[in-house]
């Protein structure tokens, strides 16, 4: 299983960013896919989900109504999309394959980890 996340970098307050996961080693509709984060300091928190189907999604109350999670089966990869960002969404994301398909918030749920991505909002 890999997972190679990407589209991090530095944005102002109000701006957008959309982050990447491509999957590969495992069969990619099988499973949910998560997004979390780790700011300074801080620990790991969940921030977004999608069921291997793509049929439901789940968000941290922070990012609601602002981030937006997808995936595509076909390019294996899984999205957020993060909108208005805030100086305190500053942390390193990063996706995760939970263990079955079915969308869950607690990241002892995810079996496997990408390699993180920085996400950085200037105000």
């Known amino acids: 299983v890999q997972l190679q996340a990407c589209g991090g970098g530095l944005v102002q307050a109000g701006g957008s960013l959309r982050l990447s996961c491509a999957a590969s080693?495992?069969?990619?509709?099988?499973?949910?896919m998560g997004w979390f984060r780790q700011p300074p300091g801080k620990e790991r928190e969940f921030v977004a989900a999608?069921?291997?189907?793509?049929?439901?999604?789940s968000y941290a109350d922070s990012v609601k109504g602002r981030f937006y999670i997808s995936r595509d089966s076909a390019k294996k990869t899984v999205y957020l999309q993060m909108n208005r960002l805030k100086p305190e969404d500053t942390a390193v994301y990063y996706c995760a394959r939970r263990s079955t398909g079915w969308v869950t918030t607690n990241k002892g749920d995810y079996d496997h980890w990408g390699q993180g991505t920085q996400v950085t909002v200037s105000s």
């Open positions: 999608i069921s291997g189907s793509g049929l439901t999604t």
């Open positions: 080693g495992f069969t990619f509709s099988h499973y949910a």
